[in-house]
């Protein structure tokens, strides 16, 4: 449990979730897709918020520690 609550004190992971909710509405509404190419529309806007949590897990430590 305690890498759960560790995770949700992240504010990237929170932006992700944000970026997921969006993500859910841009698929029912569309409104971004019909900006990009046709073949890359419907993909392109799921992408970033798998991409986000991929690059939280390999962060190891917190950008104002570098």
Do not use: C, H
């Not at 305690?2 to 509404?29: C, D, F, H, M």
């Amino acid at each position: 449990m305690n890498p759960i609550i560790q995770r949700l004190k992240s504010r990237t992971y929170w932006v992700a979730i944000l970026g997921a909710l969006l993500t859910a509405i841009e698929a029912n509404s569309g409104f971004i897709s019909s900006l990009m190419p046709p073949a890359y529309g419907k993909y392109a806007v799921m992408l970033w918020p798998v991409l986000m949590l991929t690059l939280r897990e390999i962060t190891t430590s917190a950008l104002a520690d570098k």
